[in-house]
């Protein structure tokens, strides 16, 4: 091993609260993984919250993995040394199971980087009984997982926190990874990519999915009935992430507004809301260690027990970005010594936000500004999209107004605008909708800079247009996808890893679809009617045209 590997995981581990070394002897050993370095996934609520869950089953030690910095990669080669765990720093693939904790789908070539330097095969068909199980969880598990399906034994499809305790219970009860599976099918929303077969047409899309026998057709999201039941709460406090020792709570999971574009609104429902007691026994639980307490939630405006929350003593909170309202600018006053908050117009015209079903008004947009920068707030963070079903120039210019009125309004504070690019997602009604092309977009860009950046205290910031395709690709992408990550080991470029793997990108990107085509995700029943996302996306399409 690596003396310098060993001794900067030491460093990292040297400054955690609540790290958990538990004897392994008897236990079902467990490597949580997260695709993405360190800083970022300490940052995510859901995989600490995963790594206490199982650390608080008695027959299990769960330990953490990450994908390590780019240098330190450069060392794991140098060294032949494999990628291990932080905890006892062993090497993932003596594990019994190896768990990804998967959030955003630009994070799937990674998957293939972290699987290849803890020399795991990288098909599920090329390992055997003494490799460790490779399970996949998270947003992208249920989404769509079928982009990497040929990685894992087994994604959970739904909130993990609600399967994991039976999952556990068929592995400790079985003899070997082949019980596993078989057994597995017994417990709703389970799904095993080897059990299943996809032939594909002449015209390049799907023409018949086959399971095999034992094996459901149809796979079943399984969501938590009660929040408060959900136990998902930061487990490690760490100076070294983007919320430096903060202790995060889930206060909201689902969202009522279902904003067209929106896949998290529409997988996480119906919308749940932990109830205030709950909530106040994480902060207390919370004050042992930290008095930074981090409220998460998709549209925290309408938590009921904000303002109480908020009235909690001795807690210093952060919140998630709030909703153009009047209730927006009554919780910002409670948090005074608050500087900056986040909300998010999508769209630049009361027309656009009509197609994307962003139910606020420009005057809403407006009075909230104005009442959260009389209310002291310095920064204004505003979130915009680009390249949005319908969007035409005039809605660019749209955006470039409604700062310009902001900015009138805010006197002296800041305005910082986050652009990005328009990736439509399963399981909502622009999934159907082709994504607008790289030249549009960058053209789009580049007017929102020439006419914002000169104005004092405004400032623009946009992703990089070629990873929000890469992410359009991965989001709307079958399982020969796994071709391009698998070429990507060696051509990190994913457009020439596309070419050398003969996948056209454009018949995943630019494509419209039709409700008669048979969609990568449709064997997942998320609660949510096909034919009404149809008529739906039928409707915003008219809705930009009245």
Not at 110 to 120: D, G
Not at 210 to 229: C, E, M, N, T
Not at 417 to 441: I, N
């Amino acid at each position: 091993m690596s003396q310098k590997l060993k001794e900067k995981t030491d460093r990292l581990l040297s400054k955690e609260r609540g790290t958990v070394y538990k004897d392994p002897g008897g236990r079902v050993s467990i490597v949580l993984v997260y695709p993405n370095t360190y800083h970022v996934g300490m940052s995510n609520l859901g995989f600490q919250g995963i790594y206490g869950l199982l650390n608080r089953m008695k027959d299990v030690v769960c330990e953490r993995a990450f994908l390590p910095d780019y240098e330190d990669i450069q060392e794991h080669a140098r060294t032949q040394t494999e990628l291990f765990s932080m905890e006892s720093q062993k090497p993932l693939n003596r594990f019994d199971i190896v768990a990804f904790s998967v959030s955003f789908e630009n994070d799937y070539p990674n998957v293939a980087e972290i699987l290849k330097l803890s020399k795991i095969p990288l098909y599920s068909t090329e390992r055997n009984a003494r490799h460790p199980l490779v399970v996949m969880g998270g947003v992208c598990a249920f989404l769509n997982p079928e982009p990497v399906a040929g990685f894992f034994d087994i994604c959970f499809i739904g909130e993990a926190d609600e399967m994991l305790p039976e999952f556990i219970t068929i592995y400790t009860s079985s003899s070997g990874k082949p019980e596993v599976l078989k057994k597995s099918h017994s417990i709703e929303g389970l799904y095993m990519p080897a059990f299943y077969t996809v032939s594909y047409g002449t015209d390049g899309g799907i023409a018949e999915r086959h399971a095999a026998a034992g094996a459901p057709a149809i796979i079943k999201k399984r969501s938590l009935g009660d929040l408060s039941l959900s136990g998902l709460t930061s487990s490690i406090i760490t100076p070294e992430t983007e919320f430096s020792n903060m202790h995060l709570i889930e206060a909201m999971r689902g969202c009522p507004w279902n904003c067209r574009f929106c896949a998290a609104g529409r997988i996480y429902n119906p919308p749940r809301r932990k109830e205030l007691p709950a909530i106040e026994r994480e902060i207390r639980t919370a004050l042992k260690t930290t008095k930074k307490v981090g409220l998460i939630g998709p549209s925290l405006s309408d938590y009921p027990h904000i303002g109480d929350v908020l009235n909690i003593p001795g807690v210093d909170f952060s919140i998630t970005s709030l909703r153009a309202s009047s209730k927006s600018a009554e919780i910002i006053a409670l948090m005074k010594g608050h500087k900056s908050v986040s909300i998010a117009p999508e769209a630049g015209t009361e027309r656009l936000r009509r197609v994307i079903n962003k139910r606020i008004t420009e005057e809403d947009i407006l009075s909230t500004a104005e009442a959260l920068f009389l209310g002291g707030i310095e920064t204004l963070r505003l979130y915009f999209m680009v390249g949005l079903p319908t969007e035409a120039n005039e809605d660019i210019e749209g955006i470039i107004d409604l700062v310009k009125k902001i900015w009138e309004i805010s006197k002296r504070g800041y305005i910082t605008l986050s652009v990005s690019t328009f990736v439509p997602k399963p399981f909502t009604p622009f999934q159907w909708h082709p994504m607008e092309s790289p030249a549009v977009v960058k053209d789009r860009f580049k007017l929102l800079k020439k006419s914002l950046i000169p104005i004092n205290g405004v400032k623009v910031f946009h992703d990089v247009p070629k990873y929000a395709y890469m992410q359009g690709l991965f989001s709307m992408g079958d399982r020969r996808i796994s071709k391009i990550l698998e070429t990507m080991l060696e051509e990190s470029e994913w457009e020439k890893a596309a070419a050398a793997a003969g996948i056209n990108k454009d018949f995943y990107l630019f494509r419209k679809k039709d409700v008669s085509e048979h969609l990568p995700w449709d064997f997942i029943d998320m609660g949510i009617s096909k034919q009404k996302l149809w008529e739906e996306y039928k409707e915003a399409l008219s809705s930009g045209r009245a």
